[in-house]
T-cell receptor
Framework: AQKVTQAQTEISVVEKEDVTLDCVYE???????LFWYKQPPSGELVFLIR??????QNEISGRYSWNFQKSTSSFNFTITASQVVDSAVYFC??????????????FGKGTLLTVNP | DTAVSQTPKYLVTQMGNDKSIKCEQN?????MYWYKQDSKKFLKIMFS???????INETVPNRFSPKSPDKAHLNLHINSLELGDSAVYFC?????????????FGPGTRLTVL
């Protein structure tokens, strides 16, 4: 069975602070995918990034960076120099590639990030 | 040029009624999904269709019946609505054969059962 844990329920920071959102996953598959989604107050779900299990390279996109470590089953997300517009609920998700799971997403419970001016 | 669209955006109805939510994607994807987001923001898969065939049914009550008339559409019909059905329902799609399994979500339908 697959499971995603986001231990941080809520985080509050002041603008320009760096913040890291933690994600720990469990899976028995050797091939799987990890994702981050953003849900701003307007409610839509926005895809941010996908990582394949066989690719442990970290990634940076502007102020966003992701640290994937298979050894600790973690896929953490860092926002550098946070801005008020980063305020949202962030979801980490996992999908397994094998069997009949058809890439269903298993989500963590989300982390509510509030960036204060 | 909306990628995944859902109608209606809001749905308020009485217990016991039957309602439908429609979903359409214009991304050329072959797989579509329904997710339910509860009041605590928890997102859970309900159904998945690949090329109009049901692939996943995650122990959803049979009052919920998805229908996929073609690859671009996946509708959700709910019979005998209950208070516990109040939630936000998200449709999503992906292209399974692309090697890019990320799913793109519609704007959600907020269902309120009174």
């Amino acid at each position: 069975a697959q499971k995603v844990t986001q231990a941080q329920t809520e985080i509050s920071v002041v603008e320009k602070e760096d913040v890291t959102l933690d994600c720990v996953y469990e899976t028995r598959d050797t091939t799987y995918y990890l994702f981050w989604y953003k849900q701003p107050p307007s409610g839509e779900l926005v895809f941010l990034i996908r990582r394949n299990s066989f690719d442990e390279q970290n990634e940076i996109s502007g102020r966003y960076s992701w640290n994937f470590q298979k050894s600790t089953s973690s896929f953490n997300f860092t926002i550098t120099a946070s801005q008020v517009v980063d305020s949202a609920v962030y979801f980490c998700a996992l999908s397994e590639a094998s069997g009949g799971s058809n890439y269903k997403l298993t989500f963590g419970k989300g982390t509510l990030l509030t960036v204060n001016p | 040029d909306t990628a995944v669209s859902q109608t209606p955006k809001y749905l308020v109805t009485q217990m016991g009624n039957d309602k439908s939510i429609k979903c359409e994607q214009n991304l050329g994807h072959d797989t579509m999904y329904w997710y339910k987001q509860d009041s605590k923001k928890f997102l859970k898969i309900m159904f998945s269709y690949n090329n109009k065939e049901l692939i996943i049914n995650e122990t959803v009550p049979n009052r919920f019946s998805p229908k996929s008339p073609d690859k671009a559409h996946l509708n959700l019909h709910i019979n005998s609505l209950e208070l516990g059905d109040s939630a936000v329902y998200f449709c999503a799609s992906s292209l399974r054969t692309s090697g890019r399994p990320e799913q793109f979500f519609g704007p959600g339908t907020r269902l309120t059962v009174l």
